[in-house]
Each structure stands twice: as C-alpha cells, then as structure tokens.
C-alpha cells in the first residue's frame, strides 16, 4: 500500500541552526501539506503545497518556514533559524484531491531544539 | 481558536463493549469530517469520514454519525477491542471554493483505552 515516508524519523538541532525536514508523498496525489503537534497538544496545520506553491499558510508558518518540491517526488520543510518552541511532531500529509478525500500522513519527524 | 472541541481527553471501556467518541465543531463552513487513529510515534491514521449531506457512514465495526443542526459529530466502535486503544482525532475540512487548499483542523484528541 502506498504510503508518506519521512526523515529524519528524530532530529536534535541546536537554536539558531537551519533544518531541513524530509517527505515523500504519495506518487500519485496533488496536494500536500505539513502540520505540527507539539506534545500534549493538538495536530495544527502549517502549510499547504499545490501546482508547486503555497496555496494556505496559518499564522505560525512565519518567515522562519519555507516549503519546497525541489525534484517532482520530495517535499521538504525548512526551518531557517531554529527555536526551542518549534520542538514538535512535525507530520507530512498528501491527498489526490482537496476535498472529499482523507489525508494521508507520514510517521513523523521528531525535532527537538536545544 | 477552537474550532473543532474533543471535550473529553480520555475514554475508558471494557472489551466487546461500545466505545463512543464526540466531536462538536463551530464552523459552519465545515462541510467533510474525519475521524483518524493515532498510536504513540506514529502519524494519524484516517478511520472513516462523512460529508455534510449525509447524518452517518459505517465501516465495519466503525460508524460516524453527524448532526448537522448540533454541530456535533461521534464516532463509536462497536465491539471494542484492545487494539482500539489509541488517541481518536476528530478533524473537520471547510466547504470547497476558492479558498479551501483541503487542510484540516483538529480536535484535541480523546485517549481511548480498552480493557481486556
């Protein structure tokens, strides 16, 4: 069964650094997304990626972010400068249409920021 | 912002019995619902969803009905069994048009433990 891979599955990083989350969608779908879940929290929405941009952000995918599909199959997450506050879950998703349709998610990247 | 409310953070039942799950929402834009499974380092899982014309879907041992009117939305697991036990996230998606990119909000999720 197809399915979203992610890695790292864990990356420690220290404040201020650059880091570069990793997803590979599902072959087939269009849309794809990045959403968040700090511990004990709920999953949030960060991003969404359609025709090669970002047809939604929310207001915590600030300038830090970027999104990018360097290569038709990857799509990454980049982090600029690194906080302790973005120590998260962060969850790839894709779907092969916007609507009437469940995401599909990948495993997970654990960052933690120290 | 909480637009979609999981009231209860856990839920205990015994095993072969009825597990029932809700989910209230605000916005009344939402038009496509999703219930999703998440076990421990683990992205969520999609269960069953339902759209808005319709009050209830079923899946086997799962069923989401919808009361559009309430605005409330519950899953329930019928039997329930121990491998239910995970966290249940409601999620909701706005009406398509112009501006709908397909995310989804979520609930805060509802801890589902099932005694053998």
């Known amino acids: 069964e197809p399915e979203v891979t992610q890695t790292p599955s864990h990356q420690v990083t220290q404040m201020g650094q650059e880091v570069i989350l990793r997803c590979v969608p599902i072959s087939n779908h269009l849309y794809f997304y990045w959403y968040r879940q700090i511990l004990g929290q709920k999953v949030e929405f960060l991003v969404s990626?359609?025709?090669?941009?970002?047809?939604?952000k929310s207001e915590i995918f600030d300038d830090q972010f970027s999104v990018e599909r360097p290569d038709g199959s990857n799509f990454t997450l980049k982090i600029r400068s690194t906080k302790l506050e973005d120590s998260a879950m962060y969850f790839c998703?894709?779907?092969?249409?916007?609507?009437?349709?469940?995401?599909?998610f990948g495993q997970g990247t654990r960052l933690t920021v120290v | 912002d909480q637009q979609v409310k999981q009231n209860s953070p856990s839920l205990s039942v015994q095993e072969g019995r009825i597990s029932i799950l809700n989910c209230d929402y605000t916005?009344?834009?939402?038009?496509?619902f999703l219930w999703y499974k998440k076990y421990p380092a683990e992205g969520p899982t999609f269960l069953i969803s339902i759209s808005s014309i319709k009050d209830k879907n079923e899946d086997g041992r799962f069923t989401v009905f919808l009361n559009k009117s309430a605005k409330h939305l519950s899953l329930h697991i019928v039997p329930s069994q121990p491998g239910d036990s995970a966290v249940y996230f409601c999620?909701?998606?706005?009406?398509?048009?112009?501006?709908?990119?397909?995310?989804?909000?979520f609930g805060q999720g509802t801890t589902l433990q099932v005694k053998p």
């Open positions: 916005n009344s834009m939402f038009d496509y």
């Open positions: 999620a909701a998606s706005p009406r398509p048009g112009s501006s709908n990119t397909g995310k989804l909000i």
């Open positions: 998703a894709s779907s092969p249409r916007v609507w009437d349709t469940e995401a599909f």
């Open positions: 990626f359609y025709n090669n941009e970002i047809s939604e």
